[in-house]
């Protein structure tokens, strides 16, 4: 009899442990889902009802150290120009940059490439930087459009 009891003990401690587990782990697999799909959501870049659509990213400029370097399109960087970089672009495409912070907006030309990030990101002149108002910051969040239909 005692037998019988200690393989009843040993069973009812599995079963517990087993609906402790699964209990454990719900929260965890929910906000594993969550952030799928939030991910889903920025890599399809679905517009958002009131948002303008486009992609949140990170702007930076080019450093001084560039200036008359060959960009990828062939063309020299000029830091007067509104030209940009950006990692999937077509060269020649327009983009129309709008900064978060101050709402303020700048037209540029994709002439270069940037290495790929994790987040949406652009490389501006330091015109474009300027127009946009974050030269002293180094950075700033910004929503990329681009112009004509292009992608």
Request: proline share 5%; net charge positive.
């Amino acid at each position: 009899m005692a037998l019988l009891n200690r393989r009843g003990m040993v069973a009812l401690t599995i079963a517990s442990q087993s609906l402790l587990l699964q209990i454990q782990t719900l929260p965890l697999q929910a906000a594993e889902l969550l952030s799928h799909e939030k991910k889903d959501n920025i890599e399809r870049n679905r517009p958002v009802p009131g948002k303008i659509s486009g992609k949140e990213g990170i702007a930076t400029y080019y450093a001084r150290k560039y200036t008359g370097k060959r960009t990828a399109s062939g063309s020299r960087y000029c830091p007067k120009k509104l030209t940009a970089a950006h990692p999937s672009l077509p060269l020649g495409s327009k983009v129309k940059v709008v900064n978060l912070a101050n709402k303020k907006e700048v037209h540029v030309t994709v002439n270069d490439r940037c290495r790929k990030r994790s987040v949406p990101f652009i490389d501006l002149s330091r015109a474009a930087a300027e127009k946009l108002g974050f030269i002293r910051q180094g950075t700033a969040q910004v929503l990329i459009q681009p112009l004509d239909g292009e992608s």
